[in-house]
């Protein structure tokens, strides 16, 4: 599969550009970058070509991967499917409802395989047990935290205008959802909504399953205080996520595989374009109740 990488920041550089140069069946075709001396300097670290169009990358290419913004993604997106390529998504989808659908009404029209880049989903640890989890019955809670310290120190992303606006609710919040709804059902209702310190926010969510869970979203906690947990309690007692071995970049790998195999046979990812609207529905629902308004 020829695949193109859409973005030249951060998340490019440090996981897209990596596994798809270091994938042993994917051929890197390009990079097209919103600074094409950007795009320039990373096509030649990867030895791969530039594209100042990135239509011009769509017509060369059976695939693209997306290391953008939300909103700058979505219009992308669409253009690509337009084009006839398949597409390898950053969550979230879109920052709107209403653009994350365009975006899976294009891939349906096109009849284009796509995958949202969930990173837990893509971890073999964090896949096997989710996958054992839905299989179990009976789950009476969950508890999800994703707390992250990306506007302190040193991190890439700290400069980040989409997270600095949008917050914990928008970045992390995405992954908490990818792990409770294959578990839990999807979301009935954001039953509760309140803000915490900085950026941090709490949800309350009621599952079609019968169970309800909470989550805790920050990228503003203490470095100290930083880090992933999510506990499911239930008829079969207790478990927990497990930690993951590997980073992004291999994740980044698995997800390209799984974009091929659905290309490749026709079926839809778990995590497509279309669960990727779902999220962005909960998320858009979690922010109207965060505002005091009717979800």
């Not at 009976?138 to 917050?167: H, I, K, N, Y």
């Amino acid at each position: 599969m020829r695949i193109g990488l859409l973005g030249t920041g951060p998340w490019a550089r440090m996981a897209h550009a990596p596994a798809l140069s270091e994938h042993p069946e994917v051929d890197f075709a390009g990079v097209w970058g919103r600074r094409p001396e950007a795009a320039g300097e990373l096509a030649e670290l990867h030895g791969t070509r530039s594209y100042d169009d990135a239509d011009a990358l769509f017509a060369d290419v059976d695939a693209v991967a997306v290391a953008l913004p939300p909103a700058v993604q979505a219009a992308l997106a669409v253009r690509a499917a337009r084009a006839g390529c398949h597409l390898l998504l950053d969550k979230p989808l879109a920052p709107t409802v209403a653009q994350a659908r365009s975006v899976v009404e294009a891939v349906r029209e096109a009849e284009v395989a796509s995958v949202v880049f969930f990173t837990t989903r893509f971890q073999p640890e964090a896949e096997a047990w989710i996958a054992e989890q839905a299989a179990r019955p009976g789950w009476f809670t969950g508890r999800a935290q994703w707390l992250g310290s990306v506007f302190a120190g040193d991190s890439p992303f700290a400069d980040s205008p989409w997270r600095q606006e949008s917050g914990a609710l928008w970045d992390v919040g995405p992954h908490a959802l990818s792990v409770l709804l294959p578990v839990l059902g999807d979301v009935r209702r954001v039953t509760a909504a309140a803000r915490g310190p900085r950026d941090t926010v709490h949800l309350v969510l009621d599952h079609d399953g019968g169970a309800s869970s909470t989550v805790t979203l920050s990228l503003t906690a203490p470095p100290a205080a930083a880090g992933v947990a999510v506990e499911l309690r239930g008829e079969a007692g207790v478990t927990l996520l497990p930690e993951s071995a590997q980073g992004a970049v291999p994740a980044l790998m698995r997800a390209v595989d799984a974009l091929s195999a659905a290309a490749r046979e026709g079926r839809p990812h778990s995590c497509d374009a279309t669960f990727g609207l779902r999220v962005t529905e909960i998320l858009a629902s979690a922010d109207l109740a965060l505002n005091g308004e009717a979800g």
